[in-house]
């Protein structure tokens, strides 16, 4: 047998004391996007690997350490899910770009091999008899379903407060608000305890906690996600939109969701209108340069707050020039643009109860609650959430209720308007930002044992921006910067109906010119978040 010589001998000795790290190809699950991931499957990564970082995540940061409170639910098939979903990739590749993206939902979707509780205790240990349209289409893609989240009970709220979950808290600042009521799902992904996630939003519930956890929040046009399935807060005012890391993530998961549903008759506006490849080309084609962009500086705040969050967008809009985008600052309006769409958007609640009674009736027959009046006086929600109930059961029937009726005409009509300031100025977007006041502090009571949350919003302007709520236009959230209590201000650009790809074209554009996220001071990396493969 031949010796190899000495100094052959040596270097290969050294070889193999390498570390994995030197000697295989190296994912970074904190900044990697969901390209980069597929990437990385294809070439051996198994998304079991993925799911038990974000599973020892969990157990690190939710319950323990910081406590965050952002799960309500982990699924126990996640893993089974991935292996399964790795097998099937080995024989006959990937069924789309969201193959084996694990992602977490809040719990006001239906999953049927989960429960849904929309945070309520009346809800514990219940689970649909079917999933959520969206979510059916997300499992065909090849997504697993990690995780259920806290959110404001039964989404009616904007601290993420429940009677199941409790208080969820923001990773940037324990004594700030998460915003609401998509709190679980937006501080879940910023705490990295899953790829991305689902929102839904019937004033600003998609915005606001991806805002105040430093995400991109995208809220597509009214009847472009169904919303089957959701339990509901409006018939009208309802969607469901993506949180993630960065606009990449967000487009791919519209590309799946977006789409027409025979169960979700406002899906029909959506007929017509190019989505799933054109969503793509937008991330493929992103630019800023001709791009035209007015900003809408009555939904800035004018208090001593302000300044900071202001000079931040003010950072913000000196990039979008820099790179090419013709900016008009400020876009003259002629009507009170903070009033009007805060008028407009408080129209929802008249239909609530008709929307919730009927989804009650699809939870089975063995379901125990039949009406809202019924879950009103259970004894299993908040006091808030009473309240509420309590309110909406005044209401009276939608066919003899002519201010339902004004209103929803009122919102059509404010549509029209801003589609038509944006036509006579030839803009592709208006931004604004979400809100240029601090995030409110926590003000926990527990009474009963259970944190009720914090103090009202004050509706002065610059506090949550409902210009997308009101007209149904859609919109998405970035983060520009820290306000110097550490939470995020967030940048909205908002868009026209049904192009949801210039969007993503432009604000994907602006992220790759000024990226802004950073990983929270509560939850550091653990050392296992850079997978070998």
């Known amino acids: 047998m031949k010796i190899l010589p ?11 004391l390498l570390p994995p790290a030197l000697s295989a190809k190296t994912i970074d ?12 499957y294809d070439d051996g990564l198994a998304s079991e690997q993925v799911v038990k970082v974000y599973l020892q995540r969990i157990a690190a940061y939710d319950k323990v350490g910081p406590k965050l409170n952002a799960i309500l639910q982990l699924n126990p098939h996640a893993l089974d899910e991935a292996r ?24 006001n979707i239906d999953t049927a091999d989960v429960t849904t509780t929309g945070g309520a205790r009346a809800f514990a240990g219940t689970a649909p008899p079917a999933d959520a349209f969206v979510i059916a289409r997300l499992r065909a893609a090849g997504v697993i379903i990690l995780a259920k989240t806290n959110l404001d009970e039964f989404a009616f709220g904007a601290t993420g407060t429940s009677s199941l979950g409790g208080q969820t808290l923001n990773p940037y600042n324990l004594e700030k608000i998460p915003g609401g009521s998509s709190a679980g799902s937006a501080v879940g992904v910023a705490a990295l305890f899953g790829w991305a996630a689902l929102g839904t939003e019937t004033g600003s519930s998609i915005r606001n906690p991806s805002a105040k956890a430093d995400l991109v929040g995208f809220c597509p046009s ?36 977006a789409g027409f549903d025979p169960g979700d008759l406002l899906s029909l506006q959506s007929l017509g209108h190019p989505v799933g490849d054109s969503y793509s080309a937008a991330l493929n084609n992103a630019s800023l340069k001709g791009a035209r962009i007015g900003v809408l500086r009555q939904l800035f705040g004018q208090r001593e707050e302000d300044p900071p969050a202001i000079t931040l967008i003010d950072a913000a809009i000196a990039t979008m020039r820099a790179q090419g985008a013709t900016v008009i600052d400020p876009l003259p309006t002629d009507i009170d643009l ?88 030839h803009l592709d977007a208006l931004i604004s930002p979400f809100q240029t006041k601090v995030a409110r502090t926590l003000a926990v009571e527990v009474p009963d044992g259970i944190a009720t949350g914090g103090v009202p919003d004050n509706r002065g302007v610059g506090r949550n921006n409902h210009l997308s709520t009101a007209t149904g236009l859609p919109t998405i959230v970035m983060p520009v910067g820290f306000n110097h209590d550490g939470v995020n201000v967030g940048l909205e650009f908002l868009g026209r109906q049904f192009d949801e790809a210039t969007l993503i074209r432009i604000t994907h554009a602006f992220e790759q010119a000024a990226p802004h996220r950073q990983l929270p001071p509560t939850t550091p990396l653990l050392g296992i978040e850079q997978l070998h493969y």
């Open 6 to 16: 000495a100094k052959i001998r040596v270097i290969l000795g050294a070889l193999l």
């Open 29 to 40: 699950l904190a900044t990697a996007t969901i390209p980069e991931l597929q990437h990385a």
């Open 84 to 107: 399964a979903l790795d097998a099937e990739r080995r024989l006959h590749g990937p069924r789309s770009p969201l193959h084996g993206v694990p992602i977490l939902i809040k719990d």
């Open 222 to 257: 009214a009847g472009l996600v169904s919303r089957r399935g959701v339990i509901p807060c409006s018939i009208v005012y309802d969607r469901v939109g993506p949180i993630a890391r960065n606009v990449t993530d967000a487009a791919l998961f519209m590309s799946v969701m």
């Open 338 to 425: 903070w009033k009007v769409t805060q008028d407009v958007s408080g129209g929802h609640g008249d239909d609530t109860r008709d929307a919730f009674d009927y989804y009650l009736s699809t939870r089975g027959p063995g379901f125990p609650y039949k009406t809202m009046a019924a879950l009103a006086e259970s004894g299993g929600i908040l006091e808030r959430t009473k309240s509420k109930f309590l309110n909406y059961l005044k209401a009276p029937s939608l066919d003899a209720n002519g201010e339902y009726a004004a209103n929803y005409r009122d919102r059509v009509a404010l549509r029209q308007a801003i589609t038509a300031l944006m036509d006579q100025h």
